[in-house]
């Protein structure tokens, strides 16, 4: 048998943080359904933090992070 999609080391969010991140410190996000519906959101020095994806700002900050990739 192959267990190679086990093998994927992919960073997963098992914790989500419960406070309001800074949107101008965020430069990358990545959605993910599995194992919770959640956001990780990559800020400038590199730091992966969880949130919700349901929350209003999360979002907001999708989108801001959207408009400057774009605005490159």
Avoid: H
Avoid at 29 to 50: H, L, N, S, W
């Amino acid at each position: 048998g192959s267990a190679s999609s086990q093998s994927m080391r992919k960073y997963r969010c098992a914790t989500l943080s419960p406070k309001q991140l800074n949107i101008r410190n965020l430069v990358s996000y990545e959605r993910q359904q599995v194992p919770v519906d959640a956001v990780m959101f990559i800020t400038a020095k590199g730091i992966r933090i969880c949130v919700r994806a349901n929350q209003p700002w999360v979002q907001t900050a999708i989108s801001r992070i959207d408009e400057r990739r774009a605005a490159k």
